[in-house]
């Protein structure tokens, strides 16, 4: 196993599959000689060319749209929104063409795309530059959303969402990038839809992603240390859902915190607790909790941005109020 | 009796398109009236040259996107009408299996890259679908069919940019009917034409009348052998009139009676008729060409009125390609 | 009390602001002449004049983002996306411009934005003209959202948003423009935020909006038949929500569904279940449970669209089924 | 000594506020370094010249948009060094309280609608603005910045079209830099220069020596005027070079050093100093304003340093205008 870098990770998948594909393309800006602003795409120019690296005009519409007519076109191209609050200039391709061509289509149509963006809060990038949107697009039928934690996840499952016929988000949080991780030397793939168990535990099930999965894990540390055991379970795909591993983890814990950096307000932690609520109802020994952003605007100063999001303290408390301890 | 630069061929299949488009929209608008036909109907009565201009420019391997007006667009590119019009009433025999009725034809094996819904929205992906032939080296040319007021849309200039920067082969094809929905395209565009804002991208612009399919095809022809030859993308602007409303139901008293009137006059099927008939074609011929299109239509309702409706279990299918039912489930 | 369609009522609404007040302006496609596809402006034109009634371009992210512009300087523009499924073409505005503004100015800008859009499904629009699409807009921090369902709440509502000083997205089911109901004469306001008991029942509560509501009622018809008494609570404005009808309603019921048009995954049925579980688990005799539509692309075909999103025979079921009966 | 066609005041003026921009952008890089500014900061070092001269054809009434480099835009439209300064020092004295940063600077009072995050976003507002001076039938003018890349994005077409149709008096202002990031304008763009684009919407356009603030001054106060009479709005480009990455922290490797050290010689402060002396002004008097400017900047980033951050507490107001608590209880 090698230590690489969750960019790194994300890299080599995307090289991988360029090598093993050749319709796989890279689309966005900024992807050529400087590879993308975190690096993601570094080298690529080089060593496949302009024909398969599309450096694009700041035209996030235009050229999201355009990967939608080369995927259905045969090619399988990987976009790239330089943050994810950009895709509000991007909606359309995204969440009219892209998520719905199939089934207007009555199923003639595959569009085998995938929208990487970099996302999250922490990096005092104020109100446009820091949100976490993955709920906007589980809302979206047609779309598969991922949001990685680990450079062993998120190598595995970038390979999984380009191999995908369907349209993929793919979300990175900005400040995972620079984590080493163990990674396999031999090519492996994970596939979507698969949680994963970061930490074994049998008093409560925090469900989480992305970044927050380190800060549910810190806080699990925290709260053995009164003899609390918390499972954490990374979803590592939000859509599709890995429902068994909920429930087969809500069943040994009885109790349940969601933990998402997003806000709160119709956030994905809502979706998960109706489901769990309505399915798991005579399971749960304590209501179904969320510990999430709050409902505002991401703050510029660093005193209002950590208080914005979801810190392990934050994650302690909840986990504690929910066990009455 | 052969025209020396068209063949037979070629003007009575241009003849009989333009015939098998307006037979096919008018049965629509006779069945919406019914009150037997679903959403929203866009015909594109009056400017039935302009799709069978551009398509007789076009190679069947070539592809295009269309919009939200669409049916002679995508009869024009070989869409068979009887699976089309299927596809209008919603049945399960239809090209999109009754899931996306008028807007949304679509038959890539035919090089119909989708009808759209979302105005603008089809000129990327026809920008695309240019860029996929690009990268493969391969010679299919893609057109953009959108109309007047499309043009407005961020996405045209998004695309063209783009097109023009890397000289894709795509013709971007204006239907100007000088109206979206109620608004004259004037009120809202400082220019006399759309075709002239090639200029902001550096590439070919022409304005031709759409009423005569001959005059689009001329155009078109030279767009798709510049783009089909790698010398990038082109504005084609047809100027043209729709003689009903926006949509079945619309009495679009919103235009002038005189200048409705005026092209009335120009109706380019009864113009190319007598142009055929000028050329010294068999009025008889020509009269054969409509009654088997009149049967072909008529055929066509048939298809479709035969028909059955989707199963509703089918709402659940083709929302994804892999994991569907998992995806769909929660 | 005169008898008047939704739309009417709308247009009476938006014209007697326009009298008030000068600043406030129409701004969209087809509202002159045509007085907008479901004739919400008609007459305008003539009354206003062009300057007050500004028809557009189809250039929804170019008029929102001047609408944003406008209402900076000062006016209260009214923007109408022809069909709220064009948001997609108007997000950037709507979410980083207009949400954010004065959150990231610091307090010291205020939008106040309408932004009006007919939504809804059973019109056989398919995929792109058929969405329910007001989840997205509850889950970006600072912009209101209004969803009326009779014609004297439309009025008062639309009222109310025009004079808020804030981005209100002001949604309107257009299965229900041609409703005709009783109005009063006189001018009033309904505040944003108040929901209203539509039908008051002590066996289980029925949370919704828009059109479901009249499908709650007629489910709460159905089930009187069988004994079952259902409280229909119209939330009217989801964002700011009254949380204190929900409360009073849930401890009066201590059964919740909660029913909405839209997807139902992250729909915002997900918040509401979530935060009657969180804060009310103890007064739920039931599972909070959700009836919505399902996670798939409006489809065309008549049967594939009735099966689709939720009617009153879905709501009954689901009544039943929480009450085990 | 007076120049025949501007006054002393005027170009001291200019001047000083040349140097205003380039020493509070300094000081931001030496902070930047330090680890001590958060958030991306994007300076306008070398670009001074456009942001002055543009200011300096506008009365204090007239509005303007920004972008994301939009330090000297906001000094030139009257921001104060030092309140400016705690912004992006995230303290509550800042012009948002600290809430927005470097890329939200905004102060309507000074006619500053907001700077922006999203590139092409100011565009649409800077339109509304010129609306909202029509409707009124006063007389203010409205500028929107942006970038030579910013001119891809939708919204510079749709925005520059309702303008050019309705005649609204903005000035679509194109600071022309060459690059988009790392991007070349002309790997992504087909015509030579962005103000030829003015054709595609009937209105002028002219292409400026953007590091001369006279020259964007006389091609501004054109358009200004133009605009404040009701003809309607103009593209002005200016061409100019940041003398430093996108962003602090970007080494901008991608740009070819030869023409990055031609441009150095272009450098807009030295030459403005140059042309001053040539034309007869006390190198002691200009020493004197460096001196000043130094001055007002150190304190600026004294009042920054000694401001507070705002109080965690504040991170739930200003949300919402009406009713905030409760919209974002839950
Ligand atoms: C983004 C978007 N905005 C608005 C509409 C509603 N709409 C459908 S067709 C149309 C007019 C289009 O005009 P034009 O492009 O000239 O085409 P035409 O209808 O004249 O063929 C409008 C406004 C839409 N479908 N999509
Ligand atoms: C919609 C959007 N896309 C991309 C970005 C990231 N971004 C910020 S500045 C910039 C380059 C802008 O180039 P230009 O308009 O020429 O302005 P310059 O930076 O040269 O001043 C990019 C791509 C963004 N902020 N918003
Ligand atoms: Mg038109
Ligand atoms: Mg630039």
Redesign the interface.
């Known amino acids: 196993m090698k230590k690489i870098s969750i960019s790194a990770a994300i890299r080599e998948g995307m090289r991988e599959e360029m090598l093993r594909d050749e319709n796989v393309?890279m689309v966005g800006?900024?992807l050529?000689?400087?590879g993308s602003?975190f690096a993601i795409t570094l080298g690529f120019l080089d060593e496949f060319g302009p024909?398969?690296v599309?450096?694009?005009?700041?035209?996030e519409?235009?050229?999201?749209?355009?990967?939608?007519?080369?995927?259905?076109?045969?090619?399988r191209?990987v976009v790239e929104l330089m943050y994810v609050?950009?895709?509000?200039?991007a909606?359309?391709?995204?969440?009219?063409?892209a998520?719905?061509?199939?089934?207007?289509?009555?199923?003639?149509?595959?569009v085998?795309l995938v929208v990487r963006a970099p996302m999250g809060s922490g990096?005092?990038?104020?109100?446009?530059?820091s949100q976490c949107l993955e709920?906007?697009f589980?809302?979206i039928?047609?779309l598969?959303v991922v949001c990685p934690s680990t450079a062993k996840d998120a190598k595995g499952l970038i390979k999984a969402a380009i191999r995908?016929?369907?349209p993929v988000i793919f979300l990175e949080h900005k400040l995972l990038y620079a984590r080493k991780e163990e990674v396999p030397e031999e090519e492996y793939i994970i596939p979507?839809?698969q949680a994963d168990v970061k930490r074994e535990g049998k008093d409560i099930t925090i469900i989480t992603w992305s970044r927050q999965v380190y800060f549910a894990l810190e806080a699990a540390e925290e709260l053995a240390k009164e003899g609390i055991d918390a499972e954490v379970l990374d979803l590592r795909t939000l859509?599709?859902?890995d429902?068994e591993a909920i429930r087969k983890s809500v069943c040994k814990t009885h109790n349940v915190v969601v933990v998402h950096e997003?806000?709160k307000?119709?956030?994905?932690?809502?979706?998960?607790?109706?489901?769990i609520?309505?399915?798991l109802?005579d399971e749960l020994d304590?209501?179904?909790?969320?510990v999430a952003a709050?409902?505002?605007?991401p703050?510029?100063?660093?005193?209002?941005e950590?208080?914005?999001f979801p810190h392990p303290e934050d994650i302690v408390k909840a986990v504690k109020k929910v066990l009455n301890r | 009796m052969e025209n020396k630069k068209y063949s037979k061929e070629m003007l009575l299949g241009m003849y009989e398109m333009m015939l098998r488009i307006r037979k096919f929209e008018l049965r629509l608008t006779e069945y919406f009236t019914k009150g037997m036909l679903y959403g929203n109907i866009h015909t594109s009565i009056g400017q039935e040259a302009v799709a069978v201009g551009v398509c007789a420019a076009l190679e069947k391997t070539d592809y295009m996107t269309s919009t939200h007006r669409g049916h002679g667009h995508s009869l024009a590119k070989g869409a068979r009408s009887d699976i089309m019009m299927a596809e209008l009433f919603g049945r399960e025999t239809g090209y999109c299996r009754g899931k996306g009725g008028s807007m949304h034809v679509t038959d890539v094996s035919l090089g119909i890259l989708g009808s759209n819904g979302i105005v603008g929205a089809g000129i990327p992906i026809a920008t695309g679908s240019g860029l996929t032939s690009k990268i493969k080296g391969t010679k299919e040319v893609t057109v953009a069919f959108f109309g007047d007021s499309a043009s407005n849309q961020g996405t045209f200039h998004e695309s063209i940019n783009m097109a023009a920067a890397w000289k894709l082969p795509v013709v971007y094809l204006c239907e100007n009917n000088n109206y979206g929905v109620s608004v004259n395209i004037h009120t809202v565009t400082n220019t006399e034409t759309i075709a002239e804002r090639a200029v902001a991208y550096n590439i070919p612009g022409v304005t031709v009348d759409g009423n005569n399919p001959l005059e689009v095809y001329e155009a078109v022809k030279k767009a798709v052998d510049r783009a089909r030859e790698g010398k990038g993308p082109s504005i084609v602007e047809c100027m043209t009139w729709r003689m009903r409303g926006h949509y079945e139901g619309d009495p679009a008293t919103y235009r002038d009676k005189k200048i409705t009137e005026e092209w009335a006059k120009k109706d380019p099927i009864e113009n190319f008729k007598k142009y055929l008939i000028e050329e010294g074609y068999d009025e008889k011929e020509l009269q054969a060409i409509e009654e088997a299109m009149e049967d072909e239509i008529e055929a066509a309702i048939q298809f479709a009125l035969d028909s059955p409706f989707p199963d509703p279990s089918e709402v659940t299918t083709d929302v994804y390609a892999c994991d569907n039912e998992r995806s769909v489930a929660r």
């Not at chain 1, 599309?54 to 035209?59: A, C, L, R, V």
């Open positions: 393309i800006e900024d050529g000689r400087m602003p024909n398969r599309i450096e694009t005009p700041i035209s519409s235009g050229f999201t749209g355009m990967a939608v007519g080369a995927a259905m076109r045969g090619m191209p609050d950009f895709v509000s200039v909606m359309d391709p995204v969440m009219n063409q998520a719905k061509m199939r089934y207007m289509t009555g199923g003639q149509v595959k085998p990096r005092r990038n104020a109100g446009q530059h709920t906007l589980t809302h039928p047609g598969k995908d016929d369907d979507l839809g859509v599709p859902l429902w997003g806000v307000r119709s956030g994905y932690g809502g979706e998960l607790s109706a489901q609520t309505e399915e109802f304590s209501p179904v909790t969320r709050l409902n505002v605007v703050p510029f100063a660093p005193t209002l950590d208080a914005f």
